[in-house]
């Protein structure tokens, strides 16, 4: 048999081996294959049952010897003997003269033969009988309370009529798997696919055996089953597929790619190969290298290097605004910056103009050189570890924020309401969530923090005590402590950092002052208590003045509303007398006339 694959031709051979013989395994009959594929050597095993023929063999016995009395003295040779007979193990289908025995331990020894047993000659004017007949078949269920006979007959009466002759009928008791048995069918696992003798995959056959077992699970002849009527309707034979072997298929290997690195000695060429078919069966199997690598020609590395920012010059002065240079050089190094040899300085014409002409603009740079007593930034710090927000270990954002900044530097106190505020500076980032660790109470930071008021933070970094502000170096390490400025002016004091090393001295005069002006703040930062006191207290001042005039207010509405009641009072009266008189005039003049 031949399968093609990609690029090669796989042949299949059967080898057949005449020496190999048949084994008996679990009722089945096994012997080795022997299959050859390009040079490979594999061996598989053929099964096939056994259909009886694993049990070839059976006890072979010889009739009973004469019965053997022994006898004392004179007295006649009757009564109980023993007698013997010889058994042997042969294989099934020899005939009883040829010499066919092997050895006893392959016949079944359960059903062994016994090769003796007790005999009984009668003695002159005894009762004979002759030997007891078979036992006669319990019912097919083994039903409890069943029973089973067996009987023999008189050869002899007795010569004396007082004599007894021996029982002729006995019964006993049809018990379970002792003097009585259930019988059914059982079959055996399905052997391998037979194929044909040439053939080592395609259609085939296999098959499974019928045996019949009795209840107490030995095996015995299928006539057992059949003379209790049991019938089997179980398939026997089928066909059957063995699949035939598959190899690996690979695709052809991709061309070269180009290679990692243009120029040093690290670069290396990639191609690659897929699998098209996985091998199935006893194929050949894929291999596992599907990619192959070479280096790529070694070529010298050109690149223009810029150099560090010089100091910050002043011309003609020591400080105020000046410049800071760097230089461009071209350098030559082998793919590794950081690797020796380090880069050399080679010809300027090697690296090209365009970039030289791009990254001349930045060859200088503004700079400042604070005067004694100015306030200046600092430079800028580096760059925060990424911010997310994380729960759990897990980022619900794709992009955080990494911050920066300038602190300002306060030489002297007095000039501090012209400092600029502290600035910042943010760009996004990508991060991930750092594990959460609880604080330990040993905590260690390298290096050990010595600054005065400085202390070591849970995240292992050097911090400053409650009430000071951290004063960093370009390298992010801690450089010294210096106290937060209180906020008694509108400026951004929490966001400053004054040098401790460069601020004067007050004189004792300015320390008596600041001792009893009062300060709302606290060197921690916090609002002090007589603060609260004092709000308090002017609350409650408030309070006592709304109420004390709306007291003057209501006894004044109350003094104009009874002024207001005499008025009208009074005007009530004088109305009463002007409609009076007329009155008096008329009756007077009636009376007079």
């Not at 695709?251 to 078919?277: E, F, K, N």
């Not at 602190?407 to 400092?419: F, K, L, R, W």
């Not at 980032?429 to 109470?441: L, V």
């Not at 709302?520 to 208590?529: A, F, M, N, T």
Request: proline share 7%.
């Amino acid at each position: 048999m031949t399968e093609d694959c990609a690029g090669c031709s796989l042949t299949y051979t059967h080898v057949p081996d005449s020496s190999a013989e048949w084994k008996e395994v679990n009722e089945l009959k096994i012997r080795p294959i022997t299959l050859l594929a390009a040079g490979a050597v594999a061996m598989v095993y053929e099964a096939v049952p056994c259909n009886r023929e694993c049990s070839q063999y059976e006890w072979r016995i010889e009739p009973w010897s004469i019965c053997t009395i022994n006898t004392v003295d004179d007295l006649p040779a009757c009564g109980e003997g023993v007698q013997s007979r010889k058994i042997r193990c042969a294989m099934k289908g020899t005939l009883s003269g040829e010499d066919g025995t092997v050895d006893v331990s392959l016949c079944d020894q359960e059903e062994m033969p016994p090769r003796a047993q007790v005999c009984y000659l009668a003695c002159p004017n005894d009762c004979v009988v002759a030997a007891w007949g078979a036992w006669s078949n319990c019912p097919p269920q083994c039903d409890p309370g069943g029973a089973r006979n067996r009987s023999r007959h008189i050869l002899r009466l007795p010569a004396s009529e007082k004599a007894v002759c021996p029982e002729l009928v006995q019964s006993e008791p049809c018990l379970l798997n002792t003097t009585c048995f259930t019988y059914q069918y059982r079959v055996s696992d399905w052997s391998t696919c037979q194929l044909s003798e040439s053939a080592i995959c395609g259609e085939g056959s296999r098959s499974r055996l019928l045996d019949c077992v009795r209840s107490d699970g030995k095996t015995v002849e299928l006539q057992k089953c059949r003379q209790f009527g049991l019938i089997y309707k179980l398939q026997l034979l089928e066909s059957c597929v063995v699949d035939c072997p598959v190899s690996c298929i690979l695709t052809d290997w991709s061309p070269w790619a180009d290679c990692s690195h243009t120029c040093g000695t690290q670069g290396h060429s990639v191609r690659t190969r897929r699998i098209l078919q996985e091998a199935h069966e006893e194929g050949r199997p894929c291999p596992s290298q599907l990619t192959q690598t070479k280096p790529c020609p070694i070529r010298p590395c050109y690149m223009w290097l810029l150099n560090g920012w010089s100091a910050c010059t002043v011309e003609g002065a020591k400080c105020g605004e000046g410049v800071r240079r760097r230089n461009l050089s071209c350098v030559v190094h082998w793919g590794n910056l950081h690797e020796s040899p380090p880069p050399q300085p080679v010809n300027r014409e090697l690296c090209g103009d365009v970039l030289q002409q791009q990254l001349q603009q930045e060859m200088e740079q503004p700079c400042f050189v604070p005067c004694p007593g100015d306030c200046h930034l600092t430079e800028w710090s580096m760059w925060s570890s990424c911010q997310l927000t994380c729960l759990e270990g897990r980022s619900f954002e794709s992009t955080g924020r990494q911050a920066r900044s300038r602190a300002v530097i306060i030489q002297a106190m007095e000039n501090q309401g012209s400092c600029p505020y502290q600035v910042f500076e943010t760009q996004p980032c990508k991060g991930g969530c750092f594990p959460q660790k609880r604080p330990t109470t040993l905590r260690h930071c390298h290096p050990p923090c010595t600054k005065p008021f400085s202390h070591c933070t849970p995240s292992g970094v050097c911090g400053c005590e409650k009430g000071y502000t951290e004063v960093m170096t370009s390298h992010g390490f801690l450089d010294y402590c210096t106290r937060t400025p209180g906020v008694d002016n509108s400026k951004k004091a929490d966001v400053k950092t004054n040098s401790g090393r460069l601020k004067p001295r007050p004189s004792q005069a300015n320390d008596l002052f600041s001792e009893w002006t009062l300060r709302p703040i606290g060197q921690d930062g916090r609002v002090k208590l007589w603060v609260y006191a004092v709000t308090v207290v002017g609350f409650i001042v408030i309070l006592f003045i709304i109420t004390l005039s709306f007291l003057i207010w209501y006894v004044l509405l109350l003094s104009s509303k009874s002024s207001l009641s005499y008025s009208i009072v009074k005007a009530g009266a004088s109305l009463l007398v002007t409609h009076a008189k007329p009155y008096t005039q008329t009756h007077t003049h009636t009376h007079l006339v």
